[in-house]
C-alpha cells in the first residue's frame, strides 16, 4: 500500500517525469516542488490544477485525504491486474 505522503510520487513515476520537470513544466522552483510531493507543503489552487493536469489526475486530491485513499486503492488494484 502507498503511504499518504508517497501518493504524488507514483504519480509522477508513472508519468516518466522528474521532479525538474514537473516543476518546469509548472513553473515553480524544483525545491518548491519537492516539499509539495514530500508532504510538507500543499499547493495553491492553480498549481494543483496544474500539476494534476500533467500527472493525469483529480487536482483535488491535494485536500481531500478520504478521495486521495480511495484513488490510491483504486490505483493500486489496477497495478496489480497490469
Keep these: 500500500m502507498i503511504k499518504l505522503t ?11 517525469l522528474t521532479q525538474q520537470e514537473v ?12 516539499s509539495i510531493e514530500q ?5 495553491s489552487v492553480k498549481k494543483a490544477m496544474q500539476i494534476a493536469s500533467l500527472l493525469d489526475f483529480n487536482w483535488a486530491l491535494f485536500f481531500d485525504d478520504e478521495l486521495r485513499v480511495l484513488t490510491q486503492n483504486a490505483f493500486e488494484k489496477q497495478k496489480v491486474k497490469t
Design 6 to 16: 508517497e501518493w504524488l510520487l507514483s504519480y509522477r513515476k508513472e508519468a516518466g
Design 39 to 43: 508532504g510538507r507543503r500543499r499547493p
Design 23 to 34: 516543476a518546469d513544466s509548472t513553473g515553480m522552483a524544483r525545491t518548491t516542488y519537492a
